[in-house]
């Protein structure tokens, strides 16, 4: 209450920040002074857990929460918690405030769930664009494993057809052309890898809740790649096993 000694709770963060290595509990915290010079001092009673209040992509900052009856401000929110569906507790909640004070209006309304989509509409718009990015270039680079294992295909098309002729089987043209593949996509993940890692710092503002370093995500994104490469180089792998090793041997 208002007689009470004037007491305040810190974040996690404020305490890093003022209190490294020592108990915040009991200290006093300075908030400003009177009319005539004399510092205002609150006791630290308890220590709660950062939140992030106004970005997803902010890092908390030190905070203080003081009670209202010690320090009344002229704006204040409520949060309303219930098993029932939040529309239906507005008149509710309309009601209790008018017979607490008519004069007192609510400004505004609205679900934790829409808040939480509010703060996290433009890492969600950005994560979709890079997601668009992403696929346009695994499609790319699916079509330039083509085009290039293609060429090589053709290229080696006598080649094939000699090895053939002195008794290749299928699977050792397959292995030939795969392997080949292989040694080109570990290639471009080597120097892919070393790249994401190096450009972690710029997408860690758009994470949250996310080590830009994740493991688990490096490799599903390279076993994807090599997923996509395998295929895109079976298809000219395939072709050249139906090579005639006569006709490879006459091509030019």
Same mark, same amino acid.
């Given at each position: 209450?208002? $007689?009470?000694?004037?007491?305040?709770?810190?974040?996690?963060?404020?305490?890093?920040?003022?209190?490294?290595?020592? =108990?915040?509990?009991?200290?006093?915290?300075?908030?400003?002074?009177?009319? *005539?010079?004399?510092? @205002?001092?609150?006791? @630290?009673?308890?220590?709660?857990?950062? #939140?992030?209040?106004?970005?997803?992509?902010?890092?908390? $900052?030190?905070?203080?929460?003081?009670?209202?009856?010690?320090?009344?401000?002229?704006?204040?929110?409520? #949060?309303?918690?219930?098993?029932?569906?939040?529309?239906?507790?507005?008149?509710?909640?309309?009601?209790?405030?008018?017979?607490? =004070?008519?004069?007192?209006? @609510?400004?505004?309304?609205?679900?934790?769930?829409?808040?939480?989509?509010?703060?996290?509409?433009?890492?969600?718009?950005?994560?979709?664009?890079?997601?668009?990015?992403?696929? #346009?270039?695994?499609? !790319?680079?699916?079509?330039?494993?083509?085009? #290039?294992?293609?060429?090589?295909?053709?290229?080696?098309?006598?080649?094939?057809?000699?090895?053939?002729?002195?008794?290749?089987?299928?699977?050792?043209?397959?292995?030939? @052309?795969?392997?080949?593949?292989?040694?080109?996509?570990?290639?471009?993940?080597?120097?892919?890898?070393?790249?994401?890692?190096?450009?972690?710092?710029?997408?860690?503002? !758009?994470?949250?809740?996310? *080590?830009?370093? *994740?493991?688990? $995500?490096?490799?599903?994104?390279?076993? !994807? !790649?090599?997923?996509?490469?395998?295929?895109?180089?079976?298809?000219?792998?395939?072709?050249?096993?139906?090579?005639?090793?006569?006709?490879?041997?006459?091509?030019?």
């Amino acid at each position: 209450n208002e $007689t009470a000694p004037l007491a305040v709770l810190v974040n996690q963060s404020l305490v890093r920040r003022d209190f490294a290595g020592e =108990d915040p509990i009991s200290k006093r915290i300075n908030l400003g002074g009177t009319r *005539d010079g004399q510092p @205002i001092w609150f006791e @630290i009673v308890g220590v709660v857990a950062d #939140v992030r209040s106004l970005e997803l992509s902010t890092e908390p $900052t030190p905070e203080i929460y003081t009670s209202y009856l010690q320090d009344p401000f002229a704006g204040m929110s409520f #949060v309303v918690r219930s098993a029932v569906e939040p529309p239906s507790l507005v008149p509710a909640v309309r009601e209790a405030v008018r017979q607490i =004070d008519k004069a007192q209006p @609510i400004a505004e309304v609205r679900e934790m769930e829409q808040i939480v989509s509010e703060a996290a509409s433009q890492p969600r718009f950005n994560s979709l664009l890079l997601s668009l990015f992403a696929g #346009v270039a695994l499609l !790319l680079a699916a079509a330039g494993i083509y085009g #290039v294992m293609s060429y090589s295909v053709t290229q080696r098309t006598h080649e094939i057809g000699l090895r053939m002729a002195l008794g290749a089987q299928t699977r050792d043209v397959l292995r030939l @052309i795969v392997g080949q593949c292989i040694r080109l996509t570990l290639l471009g993940l080597a120097l892919g890898l070393v790249s994401a890692f190096a450009l972690t710092r710029v997408m860690s503002t !758009l994470l949250y809740g996310v *080590d830009p370093n *994740d493991v688990p $995500t490096f490799a599903g994104g390279a076993t !994807l !790649l090599m997923v996509v490469a395998l295929l895109a180089c079976y298809l000219p792998a395939r072709r050249a096993t139906k090579v005639s090793p006569l006709v490879a041997l006459r091509y030019e």
